[in-house]
């Protein structure tokens, strides 16, 4: 007969199976209401708005097209963001003239240095003249730095030795330097501005001497998720990039040909590409 008093070992490994299937559900129930907290991801990252003339578009045509648009604007309150292009480049104070207390959110420029590409800048303004010359100085000292680098490059032994490759980098300084100065001496560059009206509003801007154009955007609701090609001033048929004289072609003209570093495509009825349509890229006007 046989006292063996033992406990069963079928029993307490049942009670440790239940155990650990309960512990897992714990972690499971702590896991996804951790997960619900969590803020949703925006999912408009990488979407990207196109306001302006094509690459390679007739001017005249988007001219058109933006008019008949602004002729039959009619957005709510707050009012639309639109696009406004000036017939010559101006300077901080003439674009506060132009705009007539327009509400602005940037402008839009460059140094006009004939035979050369140089890069567009955009300028985050909400005051009229005062934030397009602080910007500007900002630029300047950018420019600068710029100037300075070619300059390094040039004086390198790789560079002494390839009189082409000296010749690029000596022609890059030269550019920015003359970049610098504009801006630092408050240039006449602003060719485009950014701004937020009602639409009667829009459409008397419009009527305002110096502009150009204004291209009205009701589909933009972000600034930095929107890339502003305005035609330059000198573009009268196509708009393409200004003749880069000088310089071999498959040099180019590095940083001042490069896009807009700041926040910065045309009318649905000019082929404006739907949002999403790829990454910013102002060439067009660069």
Do not use: H
């Not at 897992?24 to 996804?32: C, K, N, P, Y």
């Not at 005062?130 to 680098?149: F, L, T």
């Not at 509003?201 to 001497?209: C, E, F, G, H, V």
């Amino acid at each position: 007969m046989s006292t063996d008093t033992e406990p069963p070992r079928r029993s307490r490994s049942a009670a440790l199976t239940w155990l650990a299937l309960a512990c897992a559900l714990v972690v499971l129930v702590v896991a996804l209401v951790q997960r619900g907290d969590r803020p949703v991801g925006d999912r408009t990252v990488g979407e990207v708005t196109r306001v302006g003339v094509a690459d390679g578009a007739p001017v005249p045509a988007y001219l058109r097209a933006a008019a008949d648009e602004l002729a039959r604007l009619d957005a709510p309150a707050p009012g639309s963001y639109a696009l406004v292009s000036f017939a010559a480049y101006l300077t901080p104070a003439q674009v506060a003239t132009a705009l007539g207390g327009a509400p602005v959110s940037a402008v839009v420029a460059r140094v006009p240095v004939p035979g050369r590409q140089t890069e567009i800048v955009r300028i985050a303004a909400l005051r009229l003249p005062d934030d397009v010359v602080a910007g500007m100085a900002e630029v300047a000292g950018r420019k600068d730095r710029e100037a300075a680098d070619y300059r390094a490059r040039a004086a390198a032994p790789a560079a002494t030795a390839d009189p082409e490759l000296r010749r690029v980098y000596d022609t890059g300084a030269a550019v920015a330097a003359r970049e610098a100065a504009g801006y630092r001496a408050g240039c006449a560059c602003v060719y485009a501005a950014v701004v937020r009206d009602a639409p009667d509003a829009l459409r008397a801007l419009a009527a305002r001497p110096g502009v150009r154009a204004v291209d009205p955007a009701p589909e933009v609701t972000r600034l930095d998720r929107t890339v502003f090609t305005p035609p330059l001033p000198e573009q009268r048929d196509v708009a393409r990039p200004p003749a880069d004289t000088g310089l071999a072609p498959s040099a180019g003209m590095g940083d001042s040909s490069e896009a807009a570093p700041t926040v910065t495509g045309s009318s649905p009825a000019a082929g404006r590409p739907a949002a999403g349509a790829g990454p910013p890229n102002p060439a067009p006007t660069s």
